[in-house]
């Protein structure tokens, strides 16, 4: 994940300086960022797991880039977890609220040197 990251934030792309001042070039999009993980969100959160990767990809990539961060899902157990949600009804709000933004859409098609990156 990372080498795509780098490849699709790209200077030029994601960002930019301008006299010496970092400038977000994806200001105005809006994302949401969903983490899955093997253990536990209690665990991550005890040992601050959370906050690392809220630092590094919310801020440190993401918000750097310019861009509005919605929301950070962090999904462990998906199926249960979706399960829960269904049966309460509180994965329509959460529904609503992802297809009332502009998304992003990244990929490999943003990045000037696209044939190159195979």
């Known amino acids: 994940m990372k080498g ?3 490849r699709v934030f790209s200077y030029g792309f994601a960002y930019r300086y301008d006299q010496g001042v970092q400038k977000g070039l994806l200001k105005g999009k809006s994302t949401v960022i969903i983490n899955t993980h093997g253990k536990s969100h209690e665990e991550y959160n005890r040992v601050g797991m959370d906050k690392a990767l809220e630092l590094t990809s919310d801020h440190g990539i ?3 880039s310019g861009l509005n961060v919605i929301r950070h899902f962090f999904l462990t157990g998906l199926i249960r977890h ?3 949600k269904l049966s309460s009804g509180k994965i329509r709000s959460e529904i609503s609220i992802l297809k ?3 998304f992003l859409n990244l990929s490999y098609k943003h990045h000037k040197d696209f044939n190159s990156l195979s």
């Open 4 to 6: 795509y990251i780098d």
């Open 62 to 64: 993401f918000i750097y």
């Open 82 to 84: 979706l399960v829960k």
């Open 100 to 102: 009332s933004q502009p």
